[in-house]
């Protein structure tokens, strides 16, 4: 079965300070791996997609990595207005072009 | 230009009975998805529509869930004798081609079964 975990399921930071978010899946064949940010009571909103092992993408602060593992968001010098909750789902081979997301990770940037 | 958007953006009902949730894709967009949200859940994938074709109703949790997609254009998600269980926000998605193209949410209908 396709399972997607993210982590960790909450991180609070201070403006300025770095960190990174995890997203492990394991899947049968990956055709495309999602980043999303979601803001309290709106739908998600996208980020990144990634293809390949190696692949790397920025946009502002954020910068997603892809391993045959796993993903990373990476956030540099963050924001209050980067507080977010940010989801990674996954494109697999064989299942259409549906996504499978995990839970989210929580993020709260305080000033 | 317009994004998805979603009606009712909040929505109580009592057990039992049935509601009708819509969705206006972005104009042109040929795929369409929906997905559920529950509380301290990730997003559930329900069903897929993709042009003309028979759409992908594998995430349909119960039959007592269905939906269709007129036109080519808008989509209305079904929830017959609905049950508390069903209280999530349902999620609304457009894509421009199918593939791997990143999916464009609406906001969501919170549904609430009393």
């Known amino acids: 079965e396709d399972q997607v975990t993210q982590s960790p399921e909450a991180l609070r930071l201070q403006e300025g300070e770095s960190s990174s978010l995890n997203c492990s899946y394991t899947v049968s064949g990956l055709r495309g791996l999602f980043w999303y940010r979601q803001d309290p009571g709106k739908g998600p909103e996208f980020l990144f997609t990634?293809?390949?092992a190696g692949e790397e993408k920025e946009k502002e602060r954020l910068k997603a990595t892809l391993t045959k593992k796993e993903s990373f968001l990476h956030i540099t010098a963050p924001k209050p207005e980067d507080s977010a909750t940010y989801l990674c789902?996954?494109?697999?081979?064989?299942?259409?072009?549906?996504?499978?997301f995990g839970e989210g990770t929580q993020l709260t940037v305080n000033p | 230009g317009a994004g998805v958007s979603q009606s009712p953006s909040n929505k109580v009902t009592e057990k039992g009975k049935d509601v009708e949730l819509r969705c206006d894709p972005i104009?042109?967009?040929?795929?369409l998805y929906w997905y559920r949200q529950s509380l301290g859940q990730g997003l559930e994938f329900l069903i897929y529509?993709?042009?003309?074709?028979?759409?992908?109703k594998s995430g349909l949790p119960s039959d007592r869930f269905s939906a269709e997609r007129t036109g080519g254009s808008v989509s209305t998600l079904t929830i017959q004798r609905t049950q508390q269980e069903d209280s999530a926000v349902y999620l609304c998605a457009s894509v421009q081609s199918s593939g791997k193209d990143e999916q464009f949410f609406g906001p969501g209908t919170r549904l609430t079964v009393l």
């Open positions: 990634l293809y390949s």
């Open positions: 529509f993709q042009g003309n074709s028979a759409p992908d």
């Open positions: 789902a996954v494109q697999v081979r064989g299942s259409g072009s549906r996504l499978t």
């Open positions: 104009s042109g967009h040929t795929a």
